[in-house]
């Protein structure tokens, strides 16, 4: 099960909803919780198509190993974290002796650096947890050879943050005309949520990378048109709300992972209580699937655009 985050409970409950009267029953708890995914943190080679990626540890996007990218280590060198060298140094580096003792679990995981030698990398392998050292770009190369293998399916919630290849998709749309973003001159990345199609599509860099279904508010709950921006992402909510004792619209969904807000308490978020997205169910929000919502709140940024229309 994705590991949960209840320190934060308490704090991200405020950016949402009213805390719920004594009437309403208490919160239940979300069947799945916020987590960086499987994979982050580690390198990966995609059995269908045999690319080989490494999954960043704090954002979980991933980036392409390629034998064509000059800027390879320099990539890896950004994302890689600053810890201190007596908690790297307590990670067993890797050896060709295999034992039969399990492994020695930590905290580090990753593409990991000490600042006083910011150009050596380690990896911490999350499942044996040893460390590698990796010096350049060749290093790099040879050692991603042995990543684990996974299939293109199981890589699709974590977005591409750079790959030597044009990975736009087509647009689902009938009418083109429909797909079009507005986005700043500032922002490289935007969201369109169009209400008639109930579709969401992400744009970077003008260009379409991903698309699909939400359910937005539905009768006298409806989400509101215009344009505004990411105000906050909040790995976890509490949605509940009160209209009054025994109001039939009275909600207490629980818990809820990978949540962005839009404009006062309207958010994308997964919703686990339904799967018929492409119609309206919401009390106002952009009700997304579990793995869209993953890949929605890894891939967007505070401040960029949202259009809904």
Request: hydrophobic fraction near 35%.
């Amino acid at each position: 099960m994705p590991q949960r985050i209840p320190q934060l409970l308490g704090l991200v409950i405020l950016g949402l909803v009213l805390v719920a009267p004594s009437n309403m029953a208490q919160a239940r708890t979300s069947p799945v919780g916020f987590s960086y995914g499987d994979y982050a943190g580690d390198f990966v080679k995609e059995k269908e198509t045999g690319r080989t990626w490494y999954i960043d540890a704090s954002t979980s996007r991933r980036y392409l190993i390629s034998e064509n990218d000059p800027y390879l280590f320099q990539r890896l060198k950004d994302v890689s974290q600053a810890q201190p060298w007596y908690l790297v140094i307590t990670v067993p580096e890797n050896s060709t002796i295999v034992t039969a003792s399990a492994p020695k679990k930590g905290s580090l995981k990753g593409l990991v650096h000490d600042d006083g030698a910011p150009d050596l990398l380690w990896h911490v392998q999350k499942r044996a947890y040893r460390r590698q050292a990796l010096r350049s770009r060749e290093d790099v190369l040879v050692y991603s050879q042995n990543a684990m293998a996974a299939s293109s399916k199981n890589l699709a919630e974590y977005p591409i943050a750079y790959a030597d290849f044009d990975y736009t998709i087509k647009d689902p749309a009938k009418n083109a005309a429909t797909s079009t973003a507005i986005t700043r001159p500032d922002a490289n990345k935007s969201i369109y949520i169009s209400l008639r199609e109930q579709r969401l599509r992400a744009y970077e860099n003008g260009k379409l990378v991903y698309s699909f279904l939400v359910s937005t508010g539905k009768g006298k709950f409806p989400t509101p048109r215009g344009s505004f921006s990411v105000l906050d992402k909040k790995p976890i909510v509490n949605y509940q709300w009160s209209y009054g004792p025994d109001n039939p619209d009275n909600y207490d969904l629980g818990y809820v992972p990978y949540n962005l807000r839009v404009t006062g308490h309207k958010y994308i978020h997964y919703a686990y209580w339904h799967n018929n997205f492409g119609h309206p169910m919401s009390h106002g929000c952009i009700n997304v699937s579990l793995q869209n919502a993953k890949w929605i709140y890894r891939w967007a940024e505070e401040d960029i655009p949202v259009l809904i229309k």
